[in-house]
Nanobody, 124 residues
Framework: QVQLVESGGGSVQAGGSLRLSCVAS????????MGWFRQAPGKEREGVAA????????RYADSVKGRFAISRDNAKNTLYLQLNSLTPEETAMYYC?????????????????WGQGTQVTVSS
């Protein structure tokens, strides 16, 4: 089993920035691809960003390209997401997820392990 714990969420004004972190524990040898997803009230969960086991490959949703940056520190079993130029429409619960290598990076069904989420609220 893998446990994922997110942190770093909070409330910011439009245009602001946040840095999310996700610490993995347990059977971390199976946390190959890792990603960030978000879900706003009444909306489906969407893939935001994901990265390969070594971090050399990254994938982003079109809506966040150029503003968000995903990274990982495997020595610390930690995944990060830098969020810049946030908009109120990006208010959501942000989730960290881990899955096996070779999966579709931004598809939720690729990830069997999920954290509890961290809330990001952006005010106008």
């Amino acid at each position: 089993q893998v446990q994922l714990v997110e942190s770093g969420g909070g409330s910011v004004q439009a245009g602001g920035s946040l840095r999310l972190s996700c610490v993995a524990s347990g059977a971390t040898h199976i946390t190959k691809i890792m990603g960030w997803f978000r879900q706003a009230p009444g909306k489906e969960r969407e893939g935001v960003a994901a990265t390969s086991p070594g971090g050399s490959i990254t994938r982003y949703a079109d809506s966040v390209k150029g503003r968000f940056a995903i990274s990982r520190d495997n020595a610390k079993n930690t995944l990060y997401l830098q969020l810049n130029s946030l908009t109120p429409e990006e208010t959501a619960m942000y989730y960290c997820a881990a899955g096996a290598a070779g999966s579709s990076y931004l598809a939720a069904q690729s990830y069997p392990y999920w954290g509890q989420g961290t809330q990001v609220t952006v005010s106008s």
